[in-house]
């Protein structure tokens, strides 16, 4: 903590920029939410790294007896977490995103379930459909609060659909035995039942309108995010740049969707897609292995390739020191990691 | 929205049975969902504007396409073509065409002046000094003109212009280049329109449906019983089938080159297909003598050929342009390969006085009311879930499943644009006054009479 106040810069990637007095004790991101600027954040705990932002100039660390969630390798880079950040005298911060991302503010819904579906052994879909008076917009790969109905629990996912499907929302939820949204999705979900919403949250999301080649890792539900990035190129106009999905899941009875990204491939010649299971036996067209190795083995990687990562946290690092060996700037690879109560 | 307020179900969308018997079963809709959502069209695609003809120098005409209200202007040696939709108050420019200079041309209402090569605002007749200009203005669109045709690529206000393809990708394939491909032993070479001495003489009108309904007639090879009674078949004592039945997996081939064109090609007149020339039962048998071979191929963006067709040496294109959700411009050509003003006056006046009456009215006008005949099962979109499809619809079927996967965008409901409002009181009065909706921006009559 610093004693006096300390003057902070915050670039969006669109050129606008703003400058904070920090006061001591505050975080940067306490300070850009007083100044009103439209910044992404949601859990304000140093878990869901929406406020995620790179440190370009000067000195700033994780406020004493706040933990990140941040990767090693992402702090090595200048990755910080705003809302556990404060500076060590003057510096400065790069969004990834535009000042328009952070305008559509997150707002409160009610939601009908429309369809609870086992898609797998332990993945369940869960399609929901906003309340009459309800709008959520979004951008794809961001992600909604959910509110465990009959609990004071709330858990975030990512829309497996996209905008232009609102007021139908998908979402595709992994089983934990023990969860509480599991137990309530197994045991008690039903088509008609009322759930309370918020959102949308997170700076993980699809950058528009990138010609460079764009590779998508998911593994096991991170496929969500991925699923609504793919639709929403689809529908972009101009030429569609190459996507390559790589999906991995544990095992056999892991996976799922695979109807739904047999759909996606016929409709956008440009995507190329590799199924892993992490342990055979692998049904036709998937392989044993995980889904990082595949990319780049045998083809050439254009080094100015975006990549979007979803999934457990040691996928993520492991993709992210892959993708930087292939060439790939850090600037250019946006994840979003499951957190531990991801149930 | 206060706790309180009771949470109400969205007002519910009937769901309609689907029966599993059918050719088109859920699995397969699902694979042709993008093509079922192309109401307005296929946008990012070129497609036929006006014949050169129609178009004389320092002429102006407004058309529609895809929901697109386009603006057409020959002057400056070349052709312009920008939206006819003015930025200030959304007025038709080319309703009541003023143009100052050789390459802008004025909104007649407040006076706003574009530039036609890019489109910006740049000037106000009364306002010249106004801090709007030179920072907004109306999306271009290229143009292409050959063998006496003009096409415009139709896009998005957003589509780069760096990304657009050149106009052989949204025309048929070529012969004779494409022959050892796709062999015709049974005539010779189809001419294209990108030939060298290509001639195009032909038509286009409205026709009251909707564009998917449209083009699927031309490549259907059980949709000939239509033309069962029509005069050319009987004067000139053709065996048209009564239909054609496909005979193996091979009987289409689809046309999916990275530097070119998507589309399928019907391999018509081989053993893939089964021309049906009988049918007992019903007590049905083609007597006719004369072989009329003939194949059809279709691609993006609905662009059909018809080889060998009316004629050697001759060949039918034919477009569907989507204007709304519920009409098409339907464009009949014929294309033949000139090489002297003999050969030219030659085609003009055999299309003048035979192909025209026979082939493009007495022939094709029997596609035209087939398919408006069709319209109204489709028209509220239920149409395509009911339709029950079989053997021979695998033409249609592979064609949505293609289109799904190769068109460069779907076309959005047009807002703000003729006729899309279906019942605006203006519509009425001039369906009142005797017109029907159509691609033609309606010109204004000078009212300055007296």
Not at chain 1, 302 to 307: E, G, I, Q, R
Not at chain 2, 248 to 271: C, H, N, R, V, Y
């Amino acid at each position: 903590m610093t004693l006096t106040s300390t003057k902070v810069a915050i670039a969006f990637s669109d050129g606008v920029e703003h400058e904070l007095t920090v006061e001591p004790g505050q975080t940067v991101l306490d300070a850009a939410v007083a100044a009103e600027l439209p910044i992404l954040y949601q859990c304000r705990s140093g878990s869901c790294s929406s406020c995620i932002a790179t440190l370009v100039e000067g000195e700033a660390e994780t406020r004493p007896g706040a933990s990140s969630t941040l990767l090693a390798a992402e702090r090595a880079e200048g990755k910080r977490l705003l809302c556990v950040t404060e500076p060590r005298g003057d510096c400065r911060f790069e969004l990834g995103y535009d000042s328009a991302a952070g305008t559509a503010k997150p707002v409160d819904a009610q939601a009908f379930v429309n369809a609870v579906e086992k898609v797998a052994a332990d993945v369940v879909r869960l399609e929901l459909e906003l309340a009459d008076g309800y709008w959520m917009d979004f951008r794809p790969g961001q992600f909604v609060q959910v509110a465990v109905p009959g609990t004071d629990e709330v858990r975030s996912y990512s829309m497996a659909s996209t905008p232009a499907d609102l007021p139908k929302v998908e979402l595709l939820i992994r089983i934990l035995p023990g969860g509480v949204m599991s137990d309530w999705l197994v045991n008690r979900a039903k088509p008609d039942d009322v759930v309370k919403l918020s959102g949308p949250y997170g700076a993980f999301f699809l950058r528009e309108k990138v010609k460079a080649p764009h590779i998508m890792i998911a593994g096991g539900t991170g496929l969500a995010p991925m699923m609504s990035m793919i639709d929403s190129i689809r529908a972009t106009s101009g030429r569609k740049p190459k996507v390559i999905l790589s999906f991995g899941c544990q095992s056999e009875d892991g996976l799922f969707h695979r109807d739904a990204i047999d759909l996606r491939q016929l409709w956008l010649p440009t995507l190329d897609v590799r199924i892993s299971v992490d342990r055979g036996p692998a049904p036709d067209g998937v392989r044993v292995g995980n889904p990082v190795e595949v990319i780049g083995n045998g083809e050439t990687i254009d080094p100015d390739s975006v990549a979007y990562l979803c999934g457990p946290p040691g996928m993520l690092a492991a993709a992210r020191q892959h993708l930087e060996a292939l060439g790939l700037s850090p600037d250019n690879i946006f994840a979003e990691q499951f957190t531990a109560s991801g149930a | 929205m206060s706790e309180s307020t009771p949470v109400r179900r969205r007002t519910i969308v009937n769901k309609h049975e689907i029966s599993d018997k059918r050719m088109n079963d859920q699995k397969t809709q699902s694979q042709y969902q993008p093509y079922k959502d192309a109401a307005w069209g296929f946008i990012n695609h070129w497609y036929p504007a006006l014949f050169s003809e129609e178009l004389p120098d320092q002429h102006v005409e407004g058309i529609q396409i895809c929901g697109v209200p386009i603006l057409l202007r020959r002057s400056n040696g070349r052709i312009y073509a920008v939206k006819d939709q003015c930025v200030h108050r959304g007025v038709r420019l080319s309703a009541k065409p003023t143009c100052f200079n050789e390459t802008s041309i004025a909104c007649w209402y407040h006076g706003f002046n574009f530039d036609l090569e890019t489109g910006v605002l740049n000037n106000i007749v009364a306002n010249p000094d106004s801090t709007l200009i030179g920072t907004t203005g109306i999306t271009t669109y290229p143009v292409e003109e050959v063998g006496g045709m003009i096409f415009v690529f139709v896009r998005e206000d957003d589509f780069p212009l760096d990304d657009v393809p050149p106009l052989h990708h949204d025309l048929p394939v070529r012969f004779p280049e494409s022959g050892e491909r796709f062999p015709h032993p049974l005539w010779p070479s189809a001419p294209s329109i990108l030939d060298e001495g290509a001639v195009a003489l032909g038509m286009h009108r409205t026709g009251q449906s909707n564009w998917r309904i449209a083009c699927e007639n031309g490549f259907d090879n059980a949709h000939i019983l239509v033309h069962k009674d029509n005069t050319i078949v009987h004067a000139l004592n053709w065996v048209l089938p009564l239909g054609i039945l496909p005979t193996s997996d091979d009987a289409i081939t689809l046309i999916e080159d990275e530097d070119g064109p998507k589309g399928q090609m019907q391999w018509l007149f081989t053993d893939r297909w089964k021309p049906v020339l009988e049918n007992k039962d019903l007590g049905l048998k083609i007597e006719n003598v004369n072989g009329r071979f003939y194949r059809t191929s279709v691609v993006l963006p609905g662009v059909l050929m018809v080889e060998n067709w009316p004629e050697e040496h001759v060949v039918q294109y034919e477009w569907y342009v989507p204007i709304t959700d519920d009409m098409y411009e339907y464009w009949e050509v014929l294309v033949r390969v000139c090489k002297t003003d003999e050969d030219r006056k030659k085609f003009k006046y055999r299309f003048d006085h035979v192909y025209k009456q026979l082939c493009l009215e007495g022939f094709n006008d029997c596609d035209l009311y087939a398919r408006e005949a069709m319209e109204e099962f489709y028209a509220d979109g239920t149409g395509w879930d009911n339709e029950q499809l079989v053997e021979t619809d695998i033409s249609p079927v592979t064609w949505r499943k293609l289109t799904s996967r190769w068109n460069r965008g779907i076309a959005k409901p047009g807002k703000g644009v003729t006729n899309a409002t279906k019942t605006s009181s203006i519509r009425m009065r001039r369906l009142a006054e005797g017109k029907a909706p159509g691609y033609f921006v309606e010109k204004i009559d000078d009212l300055n009479k007296h």
